[in-house]
């Protein structure tokens, strides 16, 4: 079931939740508040690819989170459009199709249990960040934070037209870089 959330009830059900876990920092500067946790790169954006939302909502789901929150971060206020999906691809992809907004700026993606979030960058790629006693739990579902790491630099040397410079500081972000 896909359910919006207006942006009062943002703010009074999701709003200290998000602001634990999203510092509004960029990804050079730790965009998460937990400075100890993992961070991990995935390509997709909000278009992520089935697998990876398989092992988020696996990862997620053990965390006791039954939904996962999607707002926006880049309007003026923010979460002007905000819903609540359950781990369903589908009903994802639903959400991105009837709320057209989640397409086409940056967003978070979370869970009221604030061991995680993802924020979607629009330009094709996520940055993940999570509780590291829950990290493996995620990389596993995909074959290991190697193979997690590989698919991420394949992705970024095919598909990811982004200067060179920006690439190896991103990349040295989450210590996959020289």
């Known amino acids: 079931m896909i359910r919006r959330i207006d942006p009062q009830m943002f703010v009074a059900d999701y709003g200290m939740v998000h602001c634990s876990i999203f510092s509004g920092r960029s990804v050079e500067f730790h965009p998460f508040e937990n400075l100890d946790w993992k961070i991990l790169l995935v390509p997709g954006g909000v278009n992520i690819e089935r697998d990876v939302f398989d092992a988020l909502a696996s990862m997620a789901w053990l965390q006791g989170d039954a939904e996962c929150c999607i707002t926006d971060f880049e309007t003026i206020p923010p979460h002007q459009e905000s819903v609540a999906v359950g781990w369903s691809f589908h009903e994802f992809r639903g959400a ?16 009221k249990s604030g061991s995680w979030g993802m924020i979607c960058y629009y ?18 579902q995909l074959g290991g934070e190697e193979i997690v790491k590989q698919r991420f630099l394949r992705f970024s040397e095919e598909n990811w037209f982004i200067d060179g410079r920006d690439k190896a500081k991103l990349l040295r972000c989450v210590g996959w870089g020289p």
Not at 96 to 111: E, I, N, R, S, W
């Open 123 to 140: 330009d094709d790629f996520s940055c993940m960040g999570l509780d590291p006693r829950i990290a493996e739990i995620f990389t596993d």
């Open 96 to 111: 991105l199709g009837t709320y057209p907004l989640l397409h086409t700026v940056d967003v978070h993606l979370f869970g």
